[in-house]
T-cell receptor, first 118, second 114 residues
Framework: GAGVSQTPSNKVTEKGKYVELRCDPISGHTALYWYRQSLGQGPEFLIYFQGTGAADDSGLPNDRFFAVRPEGSVSTLKIQRTERGDSAVYLC????????????????FGPGTRLTVL | DQQVKQNSPSLSVQEGRISILNCDYTNSMFDYFLWYKKYPAEGPTFLISISSIKDKNEDGRFTVFLNKSAKHLSLHIVPSQPGDSAVYFCAASARQTGANNLFFGTGTRLTVIP
């Protein structure tokens, strides 16, 4: 079956521009996560959706970052007024509906979008 | 503040021998641990996990050991194969708090020499 897909695979933009990154989760997965991976680091959590709502956005670095998931499937990560420090690989992951008690199902990752801000 | 640490950035092992990748964590609320494998230009691929109620989980050539008192876990791969060459990330979550996000280490690059 199809895995998590992300588009574009690469995005080059200029400082100050606006960008949108798209994630298509695995069909039927209700949980969706965004992570950011900088060079030489592990992925860092940004935001988690359960269905259409952002259940945890504590990882978003500042108010230039915003994400939506209007129909509970595809999600878009939006970055305003991009800065050179935003350059990283942005990873999306999805998982089935978590079981009760805060149980975490395995997260399946997409290939990522490499964002370069010049 | 790195809550999950992988102190060895790289490891080289001969084909057929055992590979041991180590991971330490600082947050005592972590109760679920995972290992992911990552090839260049691909996203991390889930490998194996372990709950804090266990101290060992095995899946084929891969075994994860958890030492809660030391806040340490390790991944054993035996026998190692050239196709295992990749970057391995340790990750942890605190399910008991209701959180679902993962905290990752910085990764260990494993090279299996034919």
């Amino acid at each position: 079956g199809a895995g998590v897909s992300q588009t574009p695979s690469n995005k080059v933009t200029e400082k100050g521009k606006y960008v949108e990154l798209r994630c298509d989760p695995i069909s039927g997965h209700t949980a969706l996560y965004w992570y950011r991976q900088s060079l030489g680091q592990g992925p860092e959590f940004l935001i988690y959706f359960q269905g259409t709502g952002a259940a945890d956005d504590s990882g978003l670095p500042n108010d230039r970052f915003f994400a939506v998931r209007p129909e509970g499937s595809v999600s878009t990560l939006k970055i305003q007024r991009t800065e050179r420090g935003d350059s990283a690989v942005y990873l999306c992951a999805s998982s089935p509906l978590p079981r009760g008690g805060g149980s975490t199902d395995t997260q399946y990752f997409g290939p990522g979008t490499r964002l370069t801000v010049l | 503040d790195q809550q999950v640490k992988q102190n060895s950035p790289s490891l080289s092992v001969q084909e057929g021998r055992i590979s041991i990748l180590n991971c330490d964590y600082t947050n005592s609320m972590f109760d679920y641990f995972l290992w992911y494998k990552k090839y260049p230009a691909e996203g991390p691929t889930f490998l194996i996990s372990i709950s804090s109620i266990k101290d060992k989980n095995e899946d084929g050539r891969f075994t994860v050991f958890l030492n809660k008192s030391a806040k340490h876990l390790s991944l054993h791969i035996v026998p190692s194969q050239p196709g295992d060459s990749a970057v391995y990330f340790c990750a942890a979550s605190a399910r008991q708090t209701g959180a679902n996000n993962l905290f990752f280490g910085t990764g260990t690059r494993l090279t299996v020499i034919p």
